[in-house]
């Protein structure tokens, strides 16, 4: 938990800096062409984009360090606070990887279920409906697949591509256990966040080590790309 209120406070500023730049850029947009006596809006472009990317590594960082913490735990052993506060860049950037690449197969899948529509528009209206149950219940499917994207892409694989493809591999036999873990997941999330943000912040630990229990008893309890070993 301690940690965790070290990554917020460390994202604070990046949250601050993006809102400033957004809102430079909408005050400009508002009085194009006059003189606004503020920021150009090519700088508050680049606050914007400062702003994000700051708050992605912030994000990746804290992600890696408890996926970090909950595996030593795991192990029996009491993590330091050096566990979870190392920076690792390669792992780092292979969760950014498989993270981009789960939005690309959706987003590919939403786009080829848009165009089969337009396509059954042209015979029959009614028809429309059938490309977006197929999207839905592929993207449900998609989704519990998925469920240890985080852990797989940081413990369990050195190819994001090969991350995904794994948990489709290893989860497809255990499809409906794991969608019942989603489900059970979701209702803790729902209670935790009647307490507001406060629920929500006490649960993110044990709900991260429930997680990470799970997908040991599925994939093994073997570091495979070295997250554990010291850079």
């Known amino acids: 938990m301690l940690f965790q209120i070290l990554v917020g406070v460390v994202t604070l500023p990046f949250i601050g800096i993006a809102v400033l730049g957004g809102a430079r850029i909408a005050a400009v947009k508002e009085v194009a062409g006059l003189n606004t006596g503020g920021l150009h809006p090519v700088l ?6 400062v702003g994000l990317i700051g708050y992605i590594i912030v994000v990746l960082w804290g992600i890696v360090g408890l996926i970090r913490g909950a595996w030593t735990a795991l192990d029996g052993q009491k993590p ?7 920076w ?3 792992s780092s950037w292979r969760l950014l990887g498989s993270l981009i690449l789960y939005i690309v197969v959706v987003a590919a899948a939403s ?3 848009y165009l089969i529509g337009l396509g059954l528009g042209q015979i029959n209206q ?3 409906v059938i490309p977006s149950i197929a999207l839905a219940i592929f993207a449900i499917w998609f989704l519990v697949t998925q469920q240890f994207l985080v852990q797989n892409s940081l413990l369990g694989s050195k190819n994001s591509a090969n991350a995904l493809s794994s948990g489709i591999d ?5 499809w409906w256990i794991v969608l019942w873990l989603l489900i059970v997941e979701a209702v803790i999330h729902a209670i935790a966040a009647t307490f507001h943000y406060g629920g929500l912040f006490v649960m993110v630990p044990a709900m991260v080590c ?3 229990a799970a997908y040991r008893q599925l994939f093994g309890s073997t570091d495979n790309t070295g ?5």
């Open 227 to 231: 997250l554990l070993k010291p850079n």
């Open 80 to 86: 330091d606070f050096a566990v979870f506060t190392r």
């Open 210 to 212: 429930i997680s990470t």
């Open 111 to 113: 786009v080829i279920a």
């Open 126 to 128: 009614a028809l429309i």
């Open 44 to 49: 508050g472009y680049l606050l914007l984009v």
């Open 88 to 90: 690792d860049q390669t």
């Open 170 to 174: 290893v989860i497809n036999p255990s």
